[in-house]
């Protein structure tokens, strides 16, 4: 658990009754300035395993009540039934005394057996170090962009304050303290990216998420897609695939989202840079 | 709420307190004696209804901790938040004392605005008197199969004792009845059908399901898409989409699922039911 900042920022201490105690930090925060979704899913999740009677959760359910903000948080969790092969738990998040997020789970223990029925190929990308990294750096870049590294073939066209209209995108994603994903980190990868409803020129906050925990990553980068569908009556989903280094599908989410318009000052600070740097914004090789 | 068999069977009687009481019915039944997990969900999804300040579920996420069973239960709904747009419930359905399903959701107020972003086409059908039907009266089938309609390009391969090793199919679904389908009915309808993971020889039960609704459905028949695409360490997944009569997408839904063994009996049965018949096994027109 020693000096990720993963493990450091959603570090959970035990109370009684299945209580924790957690200090949330402000360096994951998105563009609004509350902590990452993903990040409050992966701390719920780590009280949820050291409560639960099995190690490997398989899926997580959270719903997003408030914004979470940094500073100090409790979490009661709860056994809702312990079976023979599935065990699972409920965990409330609440940061002075109000509920942020409400998540329930399921646990059990992951078999080493591969992939049975493959109706889907991982992300077919040039090497991480032949990509371009979105830098944390660039003007408009929420904190959570600091611990997270994302190579893309090419620059996103939000980005480039060029909304391309299509909000699907394959990339690579690691830690960028180089911490090797695991189960408990993965309810944070599929919610660090970019949305990329952004190609459609809006915004978006999660109303639920729903993350599928398939098997343990391999170490190394992870290959992601992540794809809007449906946008419609003010709300969107976001299909996630989170695919190992050995080229195994190890997590799969989905979310609901509130539509929201995209914040005039991030697209014109994003276009200021460009107007400033001639395109070469925010690129950087390995 | 008058004869319809679906506001019959997943009718809730309000208590004190936000306790509902139900009368679950055998009426859908899956292939192993215990009710079909959309019935319970939609039973749930009916109890919040009448106790959030909102119409409309958006988002429900349901987890099935044991089997239901055709008989008394009883449903205590919880408002966690009642925000300014959406507002959050939980619901807990138990059975002799036992919780048998926990679902969360969120309701708000459905807009009726159109899709404004589709990166997918509804299935491309021939119309539902131009296929074929599957039967409840043939051998091994569950009887839920008598309380929805499902229509065919063709029969599915396990149907006729061949899997065709592609978990994926499409088609028509309305209750058998005529009773249209609304926001309510979705979270069964999402759940009614033959799980396309057949086709690759197994069976399978629901550990957790997430259905978002995403637009009130028109009248008539839905056309529905059912897909899993990763089968590993004994779990799969299962998408679901459910578009109406106007071509809109209505519900979309996911769910985690062990990986059972079929059982023996229900593939004997398929198997000598149409050596007798002679390949007309469960089909008539309309």
Redesign the interface.
């Known amino acids: 658990m020693g000096d990720y900042a993963f493990d450091e920022d959603s570090r959970v201490e035990p109370g009684v009754d299945g209580e924790y105690t957690a200090k949330l930090t402000g360096r994951w925060n998105g563009t609004r300035g509350a902590v990452n979704g993903g990040y409050l899913l992966a701390t719920c999740t780590r009280a949820l395993a050291l409560s639960m009677p099995f190690p490997d959760p ?2 997580i ?1 959270g ?1 997003f ?2 914004p979470g903000m940094a500073g100090a948080a409790a979490i009661r969790t709860s056994l ?2 312990g ?1 023979r092969t ?1 065990a ?1 738990g ?1 965990a409330v998040l609440t940061q002075d005394g109000k ?1 942020v997020i ?1 998540a ?1 789970a ?1 646990f059990a223990r ?11 190929a991982p992300p077919d990308l040039p090497p991480p170090d032949e990509c371009v990294r979105l830098l944390a750096s660039e003007p408009g870049m929420p904190r959570i962009a600091e611990r997270v590294d994302f190579r893309r073939v090419e620059l996103p066209g939000w980005f480039r304050g060029e909304p391309t209209g299509q ?2 995108s394959e990339f690579w994603m690691r830690f960028a303290d180089g911490r090797d994903a695991d189960l408990l980190a993965l309810p944070l990868v599929v919610d660090a990216n970019p949305p990329p409803v952004l190609e ?1 020129g809006v915004s978006t906050t999660t ?2 998420l ?1 993350v ?1 925990l ?2 343990k990553p391999a170490p190394g980068w992870l290959a992601c897609r992540a ?11 976001e299909d996630f695939e989170v695919w190992d280094s050995a080229g ?2 190890v997590a ?1 989410s ?1 979310q ?1 989202a ?1 539509v929201l318009p995209l914040l005039i000052r991030v697209l014109r600070a994003f276009r200021a840079c460009r107007a400033f740097r001639g395109g070469n914004t925010g690129v950087q090789a390995d």
Chains 1, 2 share one sequence.
Not at 110 to 120: E, I, N, R
Request: proline residues 2%; hydrophobic residues 40%; charged residues 20%.
């Open positions: 398989i899926v359910s719903f009540l408030r809702i039934r079976g599935t699972f409920e509920e409400r329930t399921a992951l078999s080493q057996d591969g992939q049975v029925f493959l109706g889907a909000p699907s459609l109303i639920q729903t599928h398939r098997a794809t809007t569908r449906f946008v419609g009556g003010g709300y969107h989903e195994i599908l799969q989905r609901l509130l």
